[in-house]
C-alpha cells in the first residue's frame, strides 16, 4: 500500500486559501488519490478524487504534479466551518483498504 | 435514501462482557468497511468485505475480533471479552466499488462509541 506524509497540522485566517500537500513516492499505477475531511464526533467524508493533473468540485481543487509522486489540496477562501482534519488517502478500487495516517488539522482563525 | 447507519451510537459495557456493533450500508454498495478511531488518531483500518466475504481482515487486532456480514448488507462487529483498551469509535464505511473502476468513494457512518468500564 502506497504511504502518505502529510503535515500534522496547519493554521489558517478566514478567506485565505489553504493548501495542504501529501507526498505518496511510491504510489502505484493503478492508485488514485483522494481527500477526506472530518469534524469531530463525525466520521469521514470525502471531499475530492483525482488521478492526474487538476480535479476541480464545488468545494476544493485537487492538484496533482506529472510524477503523481504528491498531490496537494486547495481550499479556497476558508472558513471557520473548514476547521478539521484533512487525510490524504492513495489506493484503487477493488483491492485494497483505504488506509488513513494521521491526517493534517486545519485550524481556521476569526 | 439515507446513508450509512450506525446503531447504537454509544455503548458502555463492562470489561469482560461481549458487544455487537451494527452497521447498515448504503443500500446497493458491495463494499463495507469497518475502523476504529482513537483520540487524535486516523482511523484505525480493521476488516473489509466485498459483498457477503471478508475480503482482508488483516486489521482485526486478535481472536476476539470477528465480523459478518452473511448477505452482503448489513453487518456486524463482534468483540468477545471487552478489555479497556476496546474503547474508541468503531467506524463503518461503505462504497460502490468496482473491479478496475478506479478510485473510491467511500461513505462513512456516525460510528459507534464503545466505551469499556
Known amino acids: 500500500l502506497a504511504k502518505t506524509t502529510q503535515p500534522i497540522s496547519m493554521d489558517s485566517y478566514e478567506g485565505q486559501e489553504v493548501n495542504i500537500t501529501c507526498s505518496h513516492n511510491?504510489?502505484?499505477?493503478?492508485?488514485?488519490i483522494t481527500w477526506y475531511q472530518q469534524f469531530p464526533s463525525q466520521g469521514p467524508r470525502f471531499i475530492i478524487q483525482?488521478?492526474?493533473t487538476k480535479v476541480t468540485n464545488e468545494v476544493a481543487s485537487l492538484f496533482i504534479p506529472a510524477d503523481r509522486k504528491s498531490s496537494t489540496l486547495s481550499l479556497p477562501r476558508v472558513s471557520l466551518s473548514d476547521t478539521a482534519v484533512y487525510y490524504c488517502?492513495?489506493?484503487?478500487?477493488?483491492?485494497?483498504?483505504?488506509?488513513f495516517g494521521k491526517g493534517t488539522r486545519l485550524s481556521v482563525i476569526a | 435514501g439515507a446513508g450509512v447507519s450506525q446503531t447504537p451510537s454509544n455503548k458502555v459495557t463492562e470489561k469482560g462482557k461481549y458487544v455487537e456493533l451494527r452497521c447498515d450500508p448504503i443500500?446497493?454498495?458491495?463494499?463495507l468497511y469497518w475502523y476504529r478511531q482513537s483520540l487524535g488518531q486516523g482511523p484505525e483500518f480493521l476488516i473489509y468485505?466485498?459483498?457477503?466475504?471478508?475480503?482482508?481482515d488483516s486489521g482485526l487486532p486478535n481472536d476476539r475480533f470477528f465480523a459478518v456480514r452473511p448477505e452482503g448488507s448489513v453487518s456486524t462487529l463482534k468483540i468477545q471479552r471487552t478489555e479497556r483498551g476496546d474503547s474508541a469509535v468503531y467506524l463503518c464505511?461503505?462504497?460502490?466499488?468496482?473491479?478496475?473502476?478506479?478510485?473510491?468513494?467511500?461513505?462513512f457512518g456516525q460510528g459507534t462509541r464503545l466505551t469499556v468500564v
Open positions: 488517502l492513495v489506493g484503487s478500487a477493488g483491492n485494497t483498504p483505504l488506509v
Open positions: 464505511a461503505s462504497s460502490l466499488v468496482g473491479i478496475g473502476q478506479g478510485g473510491t468513494e467511500a461513505f
Open positions: 511510491n504510489i502505484a499505477t493503478n492508485d488514485y
Open positions: 483525482g488521478y492526474k
Open positions: 468485505f466485498q459483498g457477503t466475504g471478508a475480503a482482508d
Open positions: 443500500s446497493g454498495h458491495t463494499a
